[in-house]
Nanobody, 125 residues
Framework: QVQLVESGGGLVQAGGSLRLSCAASGRTFSMYAMGWFRQAPGKQREFVAAIRRSGGSSYYADSVKGRFTVSRDNAKNTVYLQMNSLKPEDTAVYSC??????????????????WGQGTQVTVSS
């Protein structure tokens, strides 16, 4: 069992930056791949970024590639999402998720077993 708690969301102007954190409970954090997803009002949840349990490989949605960076610190049981050059279309609730590392791709939400409650990110124009 893994419990996830996100933090770091808020209101920022377009072009600004935020860093989201996702703190995990339990001693098995390093066994899981971690993903970030977001959901804007009236839209489906979409993949943002993911990182393998070792931190050796990461994946990004095309819409955030070059602007967002996912990282993890297994010693601190925490995964991060550094978001730069934010745009109004990045406004959404951002959630982290933990799932098995053995999938060849990590971009679909049904491959994740544990989810946080989410943190709101609002980007003003």
């Amino acid at each position: 069992q893994v419990q996830l708690v996100e933090s770091g969301g808020g209101l920022v102007q377009a072009g600004g930056s935020l860093r989201l954190s996702c703190a995990a409970s339990g001693r098995t954090f390093s066994m899981y791949a971690m993903g970030w997803f977001r959901q804007a009002p009236g839209k489906q949840r979409e993949f943002v970024a993911a990182i393998r349990r070792s931190g050796g490989s990461s994946y990004y949605a095309d819409s955030v590639k070059g602007r967002f960076t996912v990282s993890r610190d297994n010693a601190k049981n925490t995964v991060y999402l550094q978001m730069n050059s934010l745009k109004p279309e990045d406004t959404a609730v951002y959630s982290c998720a933990a799932g098995p590392d053995y999938y060849s791709d990590l971009i679909v939400d049904y491959k994740y077993d544990y989810w946080g409650q989410g943190t709101q990110v609002t980007v003003s124009s």
